[in-house]
């Protein structure tokens, strides 16, 4: 079976209600972090993971999402005229080509594995991967790209998997693993949001996955699940006695950029990671009198 994986889906339809009234006029995934919206983490994850072709599934009032791949001629003359080089390139870098990114529409939010079932006739037959851009991975090597390396050896699917605190188990998809050694772990099960005290592990299920084309299918035939949604991860589970399926245990620091408080915490660790930030961020940090009390 092809292990080459070159499309990856980014499901955006959300409304981003958590972070009203910022998301009134404004995507969550345009939101920025430092310097860059989150969406821009997600391709630029993507395109070191060899992807070529993007597709979002979008919602009614993501214009400005789909502006923000487009050309922007009038600000690049600016840009030009005034010799701001290193600008001019980090514009350019945010342009997608014609024909590299395709954007299928959501009507009604029925959960994640709908979201990825509306992107079902650009897939074909072939791997792919989705990207949750919410998830937002510090890492040396790219999330998505250390995953592509490992489902070259493993095919079926993969999932990238954390530990999260017992009692956070529930607001997961969790996996039940044959062993907990090692990066690549074979699953033998997956239970979307189970509840308290009833996971098979601790092991999370995070916004990444490497994903066998059967699993369009399995969405096709599913029942709505946790929350009275369409679940991805019951579509995934029903790969576990195929090709196999894979929690992979990444390298990296994952940030939950759906939550307040998880964009807040990114914030300031991307920003500490700047070397054109980081004194005068620990300067103030250093004057608010932090303490554990």
Do not use: W
Request: include cysteine; proline fraction near 5%.
């Amino acid at each position: 079976m092809n292990r080459t994986v070159t499309k990856a889906i980014f499901p955006v339809a959300g409304m981003g209600t958590r972070f009203l009234p910022a998301t009134k006029s404004v995507p969550k995934e345009i939101m920025t972090l430092v310097d860059r919206p989150l969406i821009q983490y997600a391709i630029d994850e993507a395109r070191a993971a060899g992807i070529k072709e993007f597709i979002f599934v979008t919602s009614r009032g993501k214009s400005a999402l789909e502006d923000y791949f487009d050309d922007a001629p009038v600000l690049e003359q600016e840009l030009l005229k005034k010799n701001k080089t290193e600008l001019l390139e980090v514009l350019r870098s945010t342009t997608m080509d014609s024909g590299q990114i395709a954007y299928v529409r959501q009507h009604r939010p029925r959960g994640l594995g709908h979201a990825v079932a509306c992107a079902r006739r650009l897939i074909h037959d072939e791997p792919f991967a989705v990207i949750l851009p919410d998830d937002v991975i510090a890492a040396d090597k790219p999330c998505l790209a250390q995953m592509v390396e490992a489902y070259a050896e493993t095919g079926g699917s993969m999932v990238a998997a954390m530990e999260v605190a017992p009692d956070r188990t529930s607001s997961y998809g969790i996996l039940d693993v044959e062993t907990t050694d090692g990066q690549a772990l074979k699953v033998r099960g997956m239970v979307e949001k189970p509840e308290a005290g009833t996971a098979p592990s601790n092991l999370a299920v995070i916004g990444r996955y490497i994903l066998s084309p059967r699993v369009m299918k399995h969405l096709g035939g599913l029942a709505a699940g946790a929350g009275g949604e369409i679940q991805l991860t019951d579509a995934i589970a029903r790969e576990v006695g195929g090709d196999g399926v894979h929690g992979f245990r990444f390298e990296g620091q994952r940030f939950d950029c759906g939550s307040k408080a998880g964009f807040l915490q990114a914030t300031v660790a991307f920003g500490l990671d700047r070397p054109d930030l980081r004194d005068e961020l620990m300067a103030f940090i250093s004057t608010l009198g932090l303490s554990k009390t």
